[in-house]
């Protein structure tokens, strides 16, 4: 078994820290943690303390914080320091900051910027957020079909300070197209004159521009790769995308599924930056819309009112039901979201995965039931006990199956899955549940 190393955290400086003390954090921590540190101050006083350091380390700092942070500073900073910045960022992480920029901002900042670099920007920018174009980078390196193993690694060697990821490398024909690619440590082993073209890795994985993100990292994570190329209709190389901005990628596409989950629409900054009136209208929507779909538990409750008069009883029993049913319909939503998302379910798997289900809710209710039989004994009498089983039984069913269906028709619909989970499912199964338990209770009570 191997042990790795791991780089001690320093601690952040005191407030009311000297320069020198702050000017040693910034120079020696790990640039993650310079740039949480930068966060929790004031704008132009961060920016003030990053541009103290030398071009390398602040861009690595820059990089590490959140694209609105960054655009942030990029407005507290001159002209040039930004230039400097933007220059020298990694092609994925300065069209990421320049997409954040007002159009204002950018047509500003284009005329100072390398023509390469402008080219890269235009570029990238051309693909659509959430695809893989929109998320890889143009820095890599690449290498010619006819070269030798040492001709390999002297090309590597002047490629590597201008490419993100050198650990494999990416072996192109005369028309640019991708035919094979390499390790490193494959090259280092072989010999000098030996051609890369034989031992190349053919056919390599490869995902298109217009690819969604969160495929991208399926992909990467499914065939284990540092990084993944992207190609064109012609096969030729346009770019890669490396494991860490495809971690990051599904980072953001799991945490816009628990704001769905939770029926707040999706936003990307971050929660304790978020200000209140994005929190409110983020969330606004989907209560009020929910508001109308309460009146249907109300109507139910409403048009049994002399039931509910003639056997008081039964109120007790309401909360503990249709609570019951939203709960069963939470718990298969949340399951069927994560197994959409994970791929590890399909559409196609529908009609099994509802007969398992329904067998599942079947034993769920009739366990659930045998548990509130002696509480309808004690509070109503027999008759009340068999209501209260009953419909607990037939409401857990319910419940589970509407949270297992919901997901499978709004993926059908195209619309993201992760929407049935949490405060839908529970008002729809709270409205069925309540025509379910009066409707029992009619059936049996006024027989």
């Not at 400086?13 to 120079?27: M, N």
């Not at 900073?77 to 900051?97: C, H, T, Y």
């Not at 490419?163 to 991708?178: C, F, N, P, V």
């Amino acid at each position: 078994m191997t042990t790795t190393a791991t780089q001690p955290t320093m601690m952040p400086p005191p407030h009311g820290a000297g320069a020198d003390t702050i000017t040693a954090f910034i120079v020696s921590a790990h640039p993650m943690d310079v740039a949480s540190w930068l966060d929790q101050l004031p704008r132009e006083g961060a920016w003030q303390y990053l541009s103290d350091v030398e071009v390398s380390r602040r861009v690595k700092v820059f990089a590490s914080l959140p694209l609105d942070v960054q655009a942030d500073l990029a407005r507290a900073a001159s002209r040039p320091e930004l230039v400097e910045i933007i220059s020298a960022m990694d092609a994925d992480d300065r069209v990421d900051l320049f997409n954040v920029l007002t159009v204002e901002e950018q047509q500003a900042l284009e005329p100072h910027l390398e023509s390469d670099d402008r080219a890269d920007i235009r570029h990238l920018s051309t693909y659509d957020e959430g695809t893989a174009g929109a998320l890889m980078t143009s820095n890599f390196a690449t290498l010619s079909a006819g070269m030798t193993g040492g001709q390999a690694i002297a090309a590597l060697r002047r490629a590597a300070p201008g490419s993100e990821t050198i650990y494999r490398s990416y072996i192109l024909d005369k028309a640019g197209r991708l035919i094979g690619s390499v390790r490193l440590h494959e090259l280092i082993l072989l010999d000098e004159d030996h051609p890369i073209a034989e031992m190349m890795e053919k056919t390599p994985i490869a995902v298109t521009p217009d690819m969604g993100q969160e495929d991208v990292a399926k992909t990467i994570a499914r065939y284990d790769l540092l990084a993944v190329p992207v190609v064109d209709a012609d096969n030729r190389l346009v770019g890669i995308v490396t494991h860490d901005d495809a971690t990051d990628a599904m980072q953001a596409e799991t945490t816009e599924d628990f704001q769905r989950i939770s029926t707040v629409l999706p936003f990307t900054e971050s929660l304790r930056a978020v200000g209140v009136g994005v929190l409110y209208s983020k969330r606004i929507v989907w209560l009020a819309l929910l508001v109308f779909g309460n009146l249907f538990s109300g109507a139910g409750i409403a048009y049994f009112e002399e039931m509910i008069l003639a056997y008081v009883s039964l109120v007790f029993f309401l909360p503990l039901l249709i609570d019951s049913s939203g709960n069963a319909g939470s718990q298969s939503a949340t399951l069927m979201v994560r197994a959409l998302a994970t791929g590890d379910v399909a559409l196609s798997d529908w009609r099994n995965l509802i007969l398992r289900e329904l067998v599942v809710a079947a034993a769920l209710g009739a366990t659930m039931a045998l548990v509130v039989l002696p509480l309808g004994a004690w509070r109503g009498g027999p008759d009340v006990a068999l209501v209260v089983g009953l419909t607990m039984f037939c409401v857990v069913i319910v419940g589970s199956l509407v949270g297992m269906s919901l997901p499978f028709v709004l993926s059908r619909l195209r619309l993201d899955p992760a929407t049935a989970s949490g405060p839908l499912v529970t008002t729809i199964s709270d409205g069925v549940g309540v025509l379910l338990y009066f409707s029992v209770a009619t059936l049996i009570l006024s027989g």
